[in-house]
């Protein structure tokens, strides 16, 4: 089950680095212009979306399931909250995120591990015909691990076919718990209100402690 997880991890940094290389490709070969172009759509987009709540929350549910950050899209939402109301703000990122954590799973359970299943068979590689029986904890440590993204371990645990119910119950609280933190965190900036900077701040840096306490935990084990 670990190695299953390198190889997953390994390929989703792949991505993520091309990605990345692409990205300082287009800078290297547009120069300025291609800066100054990509600067103006990111303005565009941010205006769009922070004077359009429905739109706004829409990207939250969808984007990340074509590996884009989420990050800047709950940055935004920071900033819809700092003047619409943070509180309503999670609110909404909850509800997004459960969204996005119910159409990505089913997609990779279905549609995407038939046709990894049909691309494996040509290999040495397989994907697991059952649930592993150490899933469970697995989930906890990719979802509290920092640096993750979570659309990978959406995928990952999608493919791997955990039980959906115990997948949202892991998934939906610890996601939540650390987007209300970003969202609360960049509301406090935008708002001019350190009392939301202050508690995304900590929910941050406990869920980042918590992960690393959780990993720190798992290498005792496995010694």
Not at 152 to 158: C, D, E, H, Q, W
Not at 159 to 168: A, D, E, N, W
Request: include cysteine.
């Amino acid at each position: 089950m670990g190695r299953k997880l390198l190889w997953l991890t390994g390929g989703v940094l792949a991505v993520f680095a091309l990605l990345f290389g692409i990205y300082f490709i287009l800078l290297e070969i547009g120069g300025e212009s291609a800066r100054l172009k990509l600067e103006e759509l990111w303005e565009t987009t941010r205006n769009t979306l922070t004077h359009n709540g429905p739109l706004l929350f829409l990207a939250i549910a969808v984007l990340p399931g074509f590996i884009l950050p989420v990050a800047p899209l709950l940055g935004l939402a920071g900033l819809w909250g700092g003047e619409n109301g943070p509180w309503l703000s999670c609110l909404y990122c909850i509800l997004a995120l459960f969204a996005n954590l119910s159409w990505t799973y089913w997609l990779a359970c279905g549609p995407a591990r038939g046709l990894l299943g049909k691309l494996l068979a040509r290999t040495r590689f397989h994907l697991p015909e059952s649930t592993p029986d150490n899933m469970l904890e697995w989930a906890i440590i990719l979802r509290l691990t920092p640096g993750v993204p979570f659309i990978f371990s959406n995928y990952g645990l999608g493919l791997l076919r955990m039980p959906f119910t115990q997948y949202l119950l892991v998934s939906l609280p610890i996601l939540s718990f650390t987007g209300c933190g970003y969202v609360l965190a960049f509301a406090g900036i935008f708002g001019g209100e350190w009392k939301y900077l202050w508690t995304g701040a900590c929910i941050i840096g406990v869920t980042v402690l918590l992960g690393r306490f959780v990993l720190k935990r798992k290498r005792k084990c496995a010694d």
